[in-house]
């Protein structure tokens, strides 16, 4: 809890006991555990001193000579409500002690003091403090962040994007977003559309993956009745029911050679013809294409139609990676766990910091979607106030390598050898996996299992 380095500014304790000798028992051993501590004969003296200094833990007798325990945890509370008062009593004054954390007090301890029990109330004192300050702080970057509603991010990796959504939202260009599955490309075409002048016309999504050819083109184009068997009645496509608004046409790149055909003459004419009729249909529409693929590529590969491409790519918004935005992971956390704490009535506020720590060094191959996969299940699952790590996925848990056992001084090349190998065994050999754990590529994975004659598992 206390800082590890140099730089680091050690937790402040206040003790406020009128027994001298417990004063000073107090501090030796609380300064032997790094912490800055001072003592206080009377609650006023505290007080005063507490108008100069703020302090992150105060120990507060509830027998002082000027002032009730239970007055002054209160007075505490009420002008520094970051202050976590740990109560000491005598044991008869234990329902006292329950008033005065009914008064903010964090917990209390009974005298004859137990110095073990007093570190630990400590250090679980300042775990809860400082959660809440991060909680205040990721509240307050959701509510103060640069970006825009419903796309969480501060990192310089998400940055252009936003840039590039303010600047093309008002012009009425087609749009194309790239990136990999999971980055959140619905949520950009809905910011796109939400800032721009289609705003008040109706948002269509469709993803043209996983359908036959004739399913697409009936859902994007319409019917005419009788156009085919089953066709009873005329059915309106969804192109045509985005007129005045916006058409996400997700997954594009999966889109057959024939259908990508009839959508770039759509495009060109502005018109479409249902399936089974012979009447143009004007159009008034946007389109916000997405892609997993690289669609330059595919052109490339003869896979996709180049002028289509380009009728789809005026603006192209390339969207980053979770494991390429890390910065972002608490705030996409935090709201993740607002969302669905609310949604299954759960008292979740936050999460431990192993937890965290496990989640901010995982590679999220699925992205974002899959961090919130994480953060709605965990929530489904946990029994406490805070998601735990158990609470995690198994094969989550289970990357989190543990430090090599033992005190034994290694040489750099074998300390490297022994902790790849352990990566290894924590990923049953998976070496992308690995690689992506390592944040090396694959190829410098290869060399050094060769190098280190690990190649052979």
């Given at each position: 809890?206390?800082g590890?380095?140099?730089?680091?500014?050690?937790?402040?304790?206040?003790?406020?006991?009128?027994?001298?000798t417990?004063?000073r028992?107090?501090?030796?051993?609380?300064?032997?555990q790094?912490f800055?501590?001072?003592?206080?004969?009377t609650?006023?003296?505290f007080?005063?001193?507490?108008q100069q200094?703020?302090?992150?833990?105060a120990?507060?007798?509830?027998?002082?000579?000027?002032?009730?325990?239970?007055?002054?945890?209160?007075?505490?509370?009420?002008?520094?409500?970051?202050?976590?008062?740990?109560?000491?009593?005598?044991y008869s004054?234990?329902d006292?002690?329950?008033?005065?954390i009914?008064?903010?007090?964090?917990?209390?301890?009974?005298?004859?003091?137990?110095?073990?029990?007093?570190r630990?109330?400590?250090e679980?004192?300042?775990?809860?403090?400082?959660?809440?300050?991060?909680?205040?702080?990721?509240r307050?970057?959701?509510?103060?962040?640069?970006g825009?509603?419903n796309?969480?991010?501060?990192s310089a990796?998400?940055?252009p994007?936003?840039?590039?959504?303010?600047k093309v939202?008002?012009?009425?260009?087609?749009?194309?977003?790239?990136?990999?599955?999971?980055?959140?490309?619905?949520l950009?075409?809905?910011?796109?559309?939400?800032l721009?002048?289609?705003?008040?016309?109706?948002?269509?999504?469709?993803?043209?993956?996983?359908?036959?050819?004739?399913?697409i083109?009936?859902?994007?184009?319409g019917?005419?009745?009788?156009?085919?068997?089953g066709?009873?009645?005329?059915?309106?496509g969804?192109?045509?029911?985005?007129?005045?608004?916006?058409?996400?046409?997700?997954?594009?790149?999966?889109?057959?050679?024939?259908?990508?055909?009839?959508?770039?003459?759509?495009?060109?004419?502005?018109?479409?013809?249902?399936?089974?009729?012979?009447?143009?249909?004007?159009?008034?529409i946007?389109?916000v294409?997405?892609?997993?693929?690289?669609?330059?590529?595919?052109?490339?590969q003869?896979n996709?139609?180049?002028?289509?491409?380009?009728?789809?790519?005026?603006?192209?918004?390339?969207?980053?990676r979770?494991?390429?935005?890390?910065?972002?992971?608490?705030?996409?956390?935090?709201?993740?766990?607002?969302?669905?704490?609310?949604?299954?009535?759960?008292?979740?506020t936050?999460?431990?910091?192993?937890?965290?720590?496990?989640?901010?060094?995982?590679?999220?191959?699925?992205?974002?979607r899959?961090?919130e996969?994480?953060?709605?299940?965990?929530?489904?699952?946990?029994?406490?106030?805070?998601?735990?790590?158990?609470?995690?996925?198994?094969?989550?848990?289970?990357?989190?390598?543990?430090?090599?056992?033992?005190?034994?001084?290694?040489?750099?090349?074998e300390?490297?050898k022994?902790?790849?190998?352990?990566?290894?065994?924590?990923t049953?050999?998976?070496?992308?996996?690995?690689?992506?754990?390592?944040?090396?590529?694959?190829?410098?994975?290869?060399?050094?299992?060769?190098?280190?004659?690990?190649?052979?598992?």
């Amino acid at each position: 809890m206390n800082g590890n380095g140099p730089e680091a500014t050690p937790n402040r304790i206040a003790v406020v006991d009128d027994e001298l000798t417990l004063c000073r028992r107090l501090a030796a051993t609380l300064e032997k555990q790094g912490f800055a501590v001072e003592t206080f004969g009377t609650g006023r003296t505290f007080l005063s001193r507490a108008q100069q200094q703020a302090f992150d833990v105060a120990l507060v007798d509830l027998r002082l000579p000027d002032l009730d325990g239970i007055e002054l945890v209160t007075e505490i509370k009420g002008k520094s409500p970051d202050t976590e008062c740990i109560v000491i009593t005598g044991y008869s004054s234990i329902d006292s002690a329950i008033q005065a954390i009914k008064a903010g007090a964090f917990h209390y301890c009974t005298k004859p003091v137990k110095l073990q029990e007093i570190r630990s109330l400590i250090e679980k004192a300042l775990e809860g403090a400082m959660l809440r300050r991060d909680n205040r702080r990721l509240r307050k970057e959701l509510q103060e962040q640069k970006g825009l509603p419903n796309i969480i991010g501060n990192s310089a990796a998400i940055q252009p994007v936003f840039a590039t959504i303010r600047k093309v939202a008002p012009v009425d260009c087609n749009v194309l977003l790239q990136g990999a599955s999971g980055t959140g490309k619905e949520l950009v075409a809905r910011a796109i559309h939400n800032l721009g002048a289609r705003r008040d016309g109706p948002f269509v999504a469709f993803n043209c993956g996983g359908f036959t050819e004739e399913l697409i083109a009936s859902e994007l184009f319409g019917h005419e009745r009788g156009a085919f068997t089953g066709a009873g009645a005329t059915r309106i496509g969804l192109l045509e029911s985005g007129a005045g608004g916006t058409v996400f046409l997700d997954e594009i790149g999966e889109m057959s050679p024939a259908m990508q055909v009839k959508l770039l003459h759509v495009i060109q004419e502005r018109r479409i013809l249902r399936v089974g009729g012979v009447r143009p249909i004007e159009l008034n529409i946007r389109i916000v294409a997405a892609s997993n693929k690289n669609l330059k590529e595919e052109v490339e590969q003869g896979n996709f139609r180049e002028d289509l491409f380009y009728r789809l790519n005026v603006v192209a918004v390339h969207l980053p990676r979770l494991a390429d935005r890390r910065e972002d992971i608490p705030l996409l956390i935090r709201h993740f766990i607002e969302k669905y704490a609310v949604l299954f009535g759960k008292r979740i506020t936050g999460i431990e910091r192993q937890a965290l720590r496990c989640l901010e060094n995982y590679s999220f191959p699925g992205n974002v979607r899959e961090l919130e996969n994480i953060i709605e299940r965990a929530i489904a699952l946990s029994d406490h106030v805070l998601i735990q790590f158990e609470d995690l996925p198994p094969d989550i848990r289970q990357l989190e390598v543990q430090p090599l056992d033992g005190e034994e001084l290694l040489p750099l090349e074998e300390m490297e050898k022994r902790y790849i190998a352990r990566v290894l065994r924590n990923t049953d050999h998976n070496r992308n996996r690995a690689a992506q754990i390592l944040r090396i590529p694959r190829t410098t994975l290869w060399r050094k299992l060769k190098r280190f004659r690990l190649d052979h598992s």
